[in-house]
């Protein structure tokens, strides 16, 4: 983990300006940031915040944008925040920087970095994946364009809508027993036809098998859209979205409010697919990241069902 500390406001503003690439707004005396030193693209990760003085949010600067934190007091006497925060699949720079600022009277809009952290990028190899499917799905006929702008536009609404306050915990529940069969970032070819990246995670699962939600949160769409099939996607607050596509049945209604482990669709074969299976992405910050890593070890079995054994790490490359 990297680690920044501001030094106190006695020791002058030039000690800060040696310091720290520009000069906070609130003088908050010492600070820390928390973040890994490398992350790979197309992955999410947490960063952290302390201040030994009062403040009621962090706002961390990343990928070009304010993205606030509550704060809250610790036993320890420091008040904290932390952050869920994306590396885009197809970020080009070799690092990026990661800011943060303690705001007291929330004038977020006013604030510049206190501290900062280089934060190096890493390549990761992602394989190609070959499928064969129904040519409707990979040439639409002209008759199905209009639905599927309407789709696009449906799932852009649905990212676009603000949950106030954080409804996840880290690890996410796992959605189904299977293990994967698709990974997440891998890019795909269709009937010989070069598409982009996969931009979700496939888990196995026989048609029917029931589908669990990731953390609480708010559906905000559920709906049968011409790629994905039938599908829910779930707002967990802070920027943080869930979805589970090509359901055999959607089990939620939007606007519903889903606890963890809730039961929200059964695994299916709708819209683009081989096979039944279970797509599940992670949208963070508005940008899609790989949720195996954030997923805990463990099905947890719902009622009736038997305990399975410990998922463990990535077994196919190629998928369903």
Request: aromatic share 6%; glycine share 10%; hydrophobic share 40%.
């Amino acid at each position: 983990m990297i680690q920044r500390r501001s030094m106190h406001c006695l020791w002058g503003l030039l000690l800060l300006m040696l310091f720290f690439s520009s000069m906070p707004v609130i003088c908050l005396g010492a600070m820390r940031l928390d973040a890994p030193a490398a992350a790979v693209r197309g992955s999410a990760f947490m960063a952290r915040a302390w201040s030994e003085a009062r403040v009621g949010e962090f706002v961390f600067f990343w990928l070009g944008k304010r993205l606030a934190a509550q704060a809250s007091q610790h036993g320890n006497g420091l008040w904290q925040a932390s952050i869920l925060l994306p590396v885009p699949l197809e970020q080009k720079q070799d690092t990026l920087q990661l800011g943060v600022a303690g705001v007291s009277q929330g004038k977020r809009d006013r604030t510049v970095p206190a501290l900062t952290a280089d934060i190096r990028l890493l390549h990761k190899k992602r394989p190609v994946q070959k499928l064969t499917m129904d040519r409707k799905y990979v040439d639409p006929p002209a008759d199905e364009q209009t639905r599927i702008k309407g789709d696009r536009e449906k799932v852009r609404q649905a990212l676009a809508q603000y949950l106030p306050g954080r409804r996840w915990t880290l690890p996410l529940a796992r959605p189904v027993p299977g293990s994967v069969s698709s990974l997440f970032g891998l890019r795909r070819v269709f009937n010989g036809q070069p598409r982009g990246m996969h931009r979700g995670l496939d888990l196995r699962g026989a048609e029917g098998t029931p589908v669990q939600a990731c953390a609480d949160g708010r559906v905000v769409l559920a709906d049968d859209l011409y790629f994905s099939g039938n599908a829910v996607y779930l707002n967990h607050g802070e920027g943080v979205f869930t979805a589970y596509l090509h359901l055999s049945r959607i089990l939620v209604r939007q606007g519903q409010d889903i606890r963890r482990g809730e039961v929200i669709g059964l695994v299916g074969a709708t819209g683009r697919v081989t096979g039944p299976h279970l797509h599940l992405s992670l949208t963070v910050q508005g940008h899609a990241a790989d949720p195996e890593p954030l997923l805990a070890e463990h099905y947890f079995p719902l009622p009736g069902e038997k305990a399975t054994a410990p998922v463990r790490a990535v077994r196919k490359e190629a998928g369903q």
